[in-house]
Every structure is written in C-alpha cells, then in structure tokens.
C-alpha cells in the first residue's frame, strides 16, 4: 500500500512573512512546518521523528542557521539541512557543506524552482 502522506519539511526563519511565503509555495507538494526561531526549530525536531528536510535562514537572533542545525545534528537524527540567506555565501557556509553541516545554500529571494529541484532530488 502507497504512502501518500507528504514529506515533512520543516522551515526556520524569523521573519513570519518568509514562513508564510514558503508555507504557499510549497504546501501542495511537502507538508511545511515552522518555527520563528532556532530554539522552537529544536523542540520541533525532538517531538517529531518524520521530518526528511531542514531549512533554516542563516541570520536570526539569539541563534543563527548553522548554530541551529549544528545543535539539530546533536539530537542523533541524520537530517539533511541547507541554509538560506539574503546574503552572499561565506566561509562559514563553505566550511558548513564541507563538513557535512548542510547539504547545500540557496540565496533569497528563493528561487523556487531550483530549490524545488534539490528537493526532488533528495527524496527520491
């Protein structure tokens, strides 16, 4: 019997406008949840053992995108994550992805398309 629940991707940002926007982009293909912050992002990820994907803007105060999904990593589940940002990429990212950290950087304005693609991609 198929399984015909939509993946769990949860998304990270602290600006509400960005949640709601990707919530619409995304809501008939992945089921979206959200989280203004990194540490709603955590007790999220400890409640719920069916997310597939973690996507986390990179500047958010009190905790930025790579402090987050370093801590994420840390909770003993194998999540792939990207980081996205208005900004040009660092080295703090280059070294992320090297690492493992993240998967991959997608800059803002989100390219829809694109990270629609790294997605399919991903959970084939």
């Known amino acids: 019997m198929k399984d015909d629940r939509l993946a769990q991707i949860l998304y990270v940002d602290d600006e509400v406008f960005n949640l709601q926007l990707f919530q619409l982009t995304f809501k008939n293909k992945y089921e979206i949840i959200v989280a203004e912050s990194g540490e709603e992002g955590l007790q999220i990820l400890k409640k719920n053992d069916q997310i597939r994907l973690i996507i986390s803007d990179m500047n958010m105060p009190s905790m930025n995108g790579l402090e ?47 990270l629609d693609e790294f997605i399919s991609v991903l959970f084939k």
Request: hydrophobic share 35%; charged share 30%; net charge positive.
């Open 68 to 114: 987050f999904l370093s801590k994420a990593k840390k909770l003993d589940r194998n999540i792939p994550s990207v980081i996205l940002s208005g900004y040009t990429k660092t080295h703090q990212i280059d070294d992320a992805i090297s690492s493992g950290l993240i998967a991959d950087y997608f800059m803002k304005p989100l390219n829809r398309d694109e």
